[in-house]
Structures are given as structure tokens and as C-alpha cells.
């Protein structure tokens, strides 16, 4: 890059390059011109490794930069600008006709440090020292540290662009394009690690909306037993610990595996608990509800409310209409597992049972195949059964046959009205006569 200075100039006469805002200083012994500054705009371009004690490189331009490759003592006839030794690692710029030294491997008495002090550099392998907060080192291998001593630098940019953040803040691994946070080993695209042992501290990850609403998940809970948490709620600012559970997933110990549905430890494979007065669960088509689990525990089938007056307002299952209509009679089924052209006469195809809380036998209906099944021909029988008092399990009572003939058994034995009353029999009763004659008592 040519440089055009004044013609005919005096001794110490000055000249700003406007090319490169580097200022030069003329000799007037030496006839020649000594860049005093170095260049503000463009103009310096670093060009490679140079042994100061040779002669500059062939074709060497004034302005350009260059990195000691060998070391050695400063050769007085390669210009002002250099003193005292200079090592590998420091920059030297080329004037045209000697070396400036624009920085050093090892800081001495002429470079206190200043914020990032450019001058402050280490040669391949070894540790800055002195070394002071903010001092930027070049390792010599292509990384740069800054902040911090040298030993433990604050952060560090490396030669293959990652990055370490106060070694273990914030990691970023170039060659695996993994991030990290709170780990000096990404193991994932992104990894999250909280300080401490399991179940003490939470490792977080909020997203916040910038007026309102937030939405976070952590892993939290106690040692042996810590569970995923996803959180919502709160407004700006208000960091996980103010937000609720709307999702949790074990991940240790006796709820690993398990999910909790606004259910902070869940208790089952999939555990859905609502708050007060809420609905927790509802299932709906594209256009229409199925049905839910109200409130109050309720299973409610093609509605959405509870009947509210008789019986109905206590039961704990409601089922409306059925598929062709929702309005029309509700339709309940209790089916065998089997096709009837695959069962036997005598086969049970269902039972409708009334116990007490542990499956003890008040009474009982059963339907029955009253003859063989088949291809449209589906014989059944219905038979009522009650347990006796002092008894432990229900005994047949009534039979209504696939003919219609109803039977009804072990009926007692009675002359007329005044013996089947006086046997203990009130109005209503039925007794058989010794001719097999049903009497109703009166």
C-alpha cells in the first residue's frame, strides 16, 4: 500500500495517512519516515509469523502486522519502537523501513493493565502471570480468555468457537453444537443442570410473556424420590417457585414412570385430580362431549350435569340417550365374551350382583342360555336369587323361562288363607295348596 507523503518535509515534521488514520514522524538525519501511531481506520492487516532478528519479508508493506514466529534480541537496525527483549506470541507492525512493537508475550513495567489490555499475551503453553480481572491472554494454541486470572478465566472463546463461561455456567460445545448450563459437559442439545444432590436444588426452565402469563418446568422433590414438573401461571417475573403444577412425571424412586395431572405427586400411573368445583376429567368429539368425571365423582355419560331430583342425584353413574340419540332412552349392556353360535345351554351371559363393600351376596340376577344358542336363535333365562337369613350366598327364588312360564320355588305348603297366616304369612304372600295351586294370602 503506498503511502504519499509530503514532498521537501522538515525534521519531526508529522503526517496523518488518511488512508489509514496511522500518523507518521519524519528524520531528518535518516531521511526517512517513523509511523509514531498506529492506524484508527483500515490500513493494518495481519499478515502471518516473522523472525525480527532476519530481514522484513520480501514485499513487506508499511501497516501491516505480524506475529513474532521465533523470538529474539531486538536488532537496533530494525528501528525504533522495540527495547529490551521480544518474545513469540507478541505483534510487531512494519513502518516501510523498521519494526514497531505494538504489544508483548509478557506484560512488564510498560503495560499495566487497563480494562482488556491487548498487550497482555502468553506464548503457546504458557500461563499469564501476573495477571489481573479483565486481562485478555492469547494461549498461543487459538483460544482467547478473558476476565478473571489467567488460570481461571472467566470466559473463554476457543479455537473451534466454543465457549466456557466460568467453567461450568454456560458451555458451548462447537463440535457437538450441544449448549449446557450449570454442566462443563453438554450432554444434550440443550442441558440444564442444577447445583447440589438430588432432590436439594431445582434445575428450571422458564418462557414468560412480556405482559403477562408464564410457563416454566423444573425437576424438584425429594432425594430418591424427584418428579418433572410442568408449571404455569404468575405474571412477569415471578420465577417457578410461584407458578402451580399442571403436569408432573416421576423420575425416581416409587413414582418413576408416573403422571399426575394437576396432581403434584401422583400416585398412580396416571392420577387426574381437579380443584374444588372443577370438572377434572372431560372427554369430547369434534363436535360434541362423550362424557367426564364431575365434581363430585360422578361418571356421566352423554351429559354434562347430574340429574338433580330423586334417586338419580345420588347415583355415581348417569348414562343419557344413547348413540343414535341423545335424547331418546338411555341403553345399558352386560354382554358375554363370546359369540352365540360358540356357547352351550346353560351358559351364563350375565349377572347384575348386590353386595356390601367387600363383594358379600345380598341378591343376584342372572341371564342364562335356556337351551343352545345359535344363528339367530337366542334362548334365555332370567333367574332372581337372594341369600336367606343366616345365610352366606344367594338361593335361587324365582325363574322366568325363555317360554315365559315363571317358576317360582320352595314355595310353602298350606290348606287355605287362615293356615298360611297363621304359618306367618301376611297379605301378599304366595303359597302353593297341596293340589300345586298358587294362593296369593289376603
Known amino acids: 500500500m503506498a503511502i504519499n507523503f509530503p514532498d521537501s518535509p522538515t525534521n519531526a515534521q508529522t503526517y496523518a495517512d488518511p488512508g489509514t488514520g496511522q500518523t507518521w514522524t519524519y528524520e531528518l538525519a535518516t531521511n526517512s519516515w517513523t509511523a509514531s501511531s498506529l492506524a484508527t481506520t483500515g490500513g493494518v492487516v495481519y499478515k502471518g509469523s516473522v523472525d525480527i ?3 522484513p519479508p520480501t514485499g513487506a508493506k508499511a501497516g501491516e502486522q505480524w506475529s513474532i514466529g521465533t523470538g529474539g534480541t531486538a536488532n537496533a537496525g530494525y528501528g525504533p519502537g522495540i527495547t529490551g527483549a521480544v518474545t513469540k506470541g507478541s505483534m510487531v507492525m512494519y513502518t516501510g523501513t523498521a519494526w514497531l512493537e505494538t504489544s508483548h508475550a509478557v506484560p512488564d513495567a510498560t503495560t499495566a493493565a487497563k480494562g482488556i489490555d491487548t498487550q497482555k499475551w502468553s506464548r503457546a503453553g504458557t500461563v499469564l502471570s501476573p495477571a489481573t480481572a479483565g486481562d485478555q491472554v492469547h494461549t498461543g494454541t487459538g483460544s482467547l480468555t478473558a476476565g478473571g486470572a489467567a488460570a481461571a478465566p472467566n470466559i473463554e472463546i476457543k ?3 466454543g465457549i466456557v463461561a466460568n467453567t461450568d455456567g454456560l458451555v ?4 457437538t453444537k450441544r449448549l449446557a448450563l450449570g454442566s462443563s459437559n453438554p450432554l444434550a442439545t440443550n442441558h440444564i443442570r442444577g447445583s447440589g444432590t438430588s432432590g436439594q436444588v431445582t434445575a428450571s426452565w ?17 432425594p ?3 418428579i418433572w414438573r410442568f408449571l404455569y401461571g404468575g405474571g412477569p417475573s415471578t420465577g417457578t417457585n410461584a407458578l402451580t403444577p399442571a403436569i408432573t412425571i416421576g423420575v425416581e424412586g416409587s413414582a418413576a414412570g408416573r403422571v399426575g395431572i394437576g396432581d403434584n405427586v401422583p400416585g398412580s400411573t396416571l392420577t387426574v385430580k381437579g380443584a374444588t368445583g372443577v370438572t377434572p376429567l372431560q372427554i369430547s368429539g369434534p363436535s360434541s362431549e362423550f362424557c367426564r368425571v364431575d365434581s363430585s365423582g360422578r361418571l356421566l355419560v352423554g351429559t354434562s350435569s347430574s340429574p338433580s331430583a330423586g334417586l338419580g342425584q345420588y347415583a355415581r353413574i348417569s348414562a343419557v340417550g344413547y348413540t343414535g340419540s341423545a335424547t331418546a332412552e ?5 354382554a358375554r365374551g363370546k359369540a352365540a353360535t360358540a356357547m352351550v345351554s346353560g351358559d351364563t351371559v350375565g349377572q347384575l350382583a348386590f353386595t356390601d363393600i367387600n363383594g358379600n351376596d345380598f341378591a343376584k340376577i342372572v341371564c342364562s342360555a335356556d337351551a343352545t344358542p345359535g344363528s339367530n336363535d337366542y334362548p334365555g333365562v332370567l333367574t332372581f336369587s337372594t341369600t336367606a337369613d343366616g345365610a352366606s350366598s344367594p338361593a335361587e327364588r ?8 315363571v317358576n317360582i320355588a320352595a314355595t310353602t305348603v ?9 304359618g306367618g304369612l301376611v297379605a301378599g304372600d304366595i303359597y302353593r295348596k297341596a293340589d300345586g295351586t298358587l294362593m296369593i294370602t289376603f
Open 206 to 222: 422458564l418462557l414468560e410473556n412480556a405482559s403477562s402469563g408464564t410457563v416454566g418446568m423444573d425437576v424438584t422433590g425429594a
Open 224 to 226: 430418591g424420590s424427584s
Open 53 to 55: 532478528t532476519a530481514a
Open 159 to 161: 479455537a473451534d468457537g
Open 414 to 422: 298350606y290348606a287355605d288363607n287362615t293356615a298360611a297366616k297363621a
Open 398 to 405: 324365582m325363574r322366568i323361562k325363555a317360554s315365559g312360564v
Open 172 to 175: 458451548y460445545d462447537a463440535a
Open 330 to 334: 338411555g341403553i345399558m349392556t352386560i
